[in-house]
Nanobody
Framework: QVQLVESGGGSVQAGDSLRLSCVAS????????MGWFRQAPGKERELVVG????????IYADSVKGRFTISNDTAKNTVYLQMNNLKPEDTAVYYC??????????????????WGQGTQVTVSS
C-alpha cells in the first residue's frame, strides 16, 4: 500500500527558503495527478501547486507563483517543493496528495484520494 511521507518543514525567517519532500513509500506516484496543498489554522486547505504527469502540466496558486517550484526525482520516487522568499502568510501545514478522481481538476482537493500526514512550515517576520 502506497503511503505519502512529507518532510522538510521547519521554522524560518521571512525571505528564507525551504525544500519540502514527498516520498511515495511502498509504491510510486503513478500517472495520475499529484499536488501540494497547505492549510493554515482556521482556513480551508488550499492548492499550492498541482501537476499532471501527462504532459507535465502544472498549476500554481497565484500567491506562490515565481517563488515556489515543483520538481521530481523519479529514481528516488520523490517530489519536491522548493519554496523561496518565504513570507509569514506561507505559514501552514503542507500536504502532498495523489489522485485522479474524475470531475475534479488539479487544483481541487476532491481530486485527491491519498494524502500525506503533513509537515509544518512556520515563517516569522
Amino acid at each position: 500500500q502506497v503511503q505519502l511521507v512529507e518532510s522538510g518543514g521547519g521554522s524560518v525567517q521571512a525571505g528564507d527558503s525551504l525544500r519540502l519532500s514527498c516520498v511515495a513509500s511502498g509504491g510510486t506516484f503513478g500517472n495520475v495527478g499529484m499536488g501540494w496543498f497547505r492549510q493554515a489554522p482556521g482556513k480551508e486547505r488550499e492548492l499550492v501547486v498541482g501537476i499532471s504527469w501527462i504532459g507535465f502540466t502544472t498549476i500554481y496558486a497565484d500567491s506562490v507563483k515565481g517563488r515556489f517550484t515543483i520538481s521530481n526525482d523519479t529514481a528516488k520516487n520523490t517530489v519536491y517543493l522548493q519554496m523561496n522568499n518565504l513570507k509569514p502568510e506561507d505559514t501552514a501545514v503542507y500536504y502532498c496528495a495523489v489522485g485522479g478522481r474524475r470531475g475534479y481538476d488539479l487544483g481541487s482537493v476532491g481530486r485527491y484520494n491519498l494524502w500525506g500526514q503533513g509537515t509544518q512550515v512556520t515563517v516569522s517576520s
